[in-house]
């Protein structure tokens, strides 16, 4: 089984940026993708940025040019850095385990764990 926990949210002002990170435990080498999902009140999960183990990357349209996913094998971390924040970014935000295919990403493959908060606000 493999462990996700996700930190470094907070309130950042319309413009600021912000470094989500996703720490994995357990069977790290049986992740073979990583997503980075939000969910804002009363909405679905929303597909953010994914990245597979070979570095490939994946990102919303609202996303794109603004977020940037990465990993550090070593230290078996996920980040998430998000530049040039809006108040439409204010979610919790999640990672999980996702699968690649045919450039098409995946629902989550587990359940959701406590994500981290992220408000964005003047």
């Known amino acids: 089984q493999v462990q996700l926990v996700e930190s470094g949210g907070g309130l950042v002002r319309p413009g600021g940026s912000l470094r989500l990170s996703c720490v994995a435990s357990?069977?790290?080498?049986?992740?073979?993708?990583i997503g980075w999902f939000r969910q804002s009140p009363g909405k679905q999960h929303e597909l953010v940025a994914a990245?597979?183990?070979?570095?490939?990357?994946h990102y919303g349209d609202s996303e794109k040019g603004r977020f940037t996913i990465s990993r550090d094998n070593a230290k078996n971390v996920w980040y998430l850095q998000m530049n040039n924040l809006k108040p439409e970014d204010t979610a919790v935000y999640y990672c999980n385990e996702v699968v690649v295919v045919a450039g098409y990403v995946s629902d989550a493959l587990n359940a959701w764990g406590q994500g981290t908060l992220v408000t964005v606000s003047s």
């Open positions: 990245i597979t183990t070979d570095g490939n990357t």
């Open positions: 357990g069977d790290i080498f049986s992740i073979k993708a």
